[in-house]
Nanobody, 121 residues
Framework: QVQLVESGGGLVQAGGSLRLSCAAS????????MGWFRQAPGKGREFVAA????????LLADSVKGRFTISRDNAKNLVYLQMNSLKPGDTAVYYC??????????????WGQGAQVTVSS
């Protein structure tokens, strides 16, 4: 079992930055690949980023490449999503996911409750 808690969401103006954190707990949390997804109002949940358990490989959605970075600190059981140059289109609830790999929701076994990110124009 892996428990996930997101933090760091909020309201920011376009062009600004936010850093989301995902705290993972559970016996196998450190060895889990982790991902971030987001869901905008009225839309389906979409892949944003993923990182391998040891941090040596990452995936990013084309829509966020060059603006977002995913990283992790296994000593603290934390995964981060650094979001720069935010756009109103990035407004969504952001979800942390664990025990999976790739861009499909079905690949991931555990999910957090989500953190709201709102980007104003």
């Amino acid at each position: 079992q892996v428990q996930l808690v997101e933090s760091g969401g909020g309201l920011v103006q376009a062009g600004g930055s936010l850093r989301l954190s995902c705290a993972a707990s559970g016996r196998t949390a450190v060895s889990s690949n982790m991902g971030w997804f987001r869901q905008a109002p009225g839309k389906g949940r979409e892949f944003v980023a993923a990182v391998k358990w040891n941090g040596d490989q990452t995936l990013l959605a084309d829509s966020v490449k060059g603006r977002f970075t995913i990283s992790r600190d296994n000593a603290k059981n934390l995964v981060y999503l650094q979001m720069n140059s935010l756009k109103p289109g990035d407004t969504a609830v952001y979800y942390c996911a664990a025990r999976g790999w790739g861009t499909a929701m079905a690949e991931y076994a555990y999910w957090g409750q989500g953190a709201q990110v709102t980007v104003s124009s």
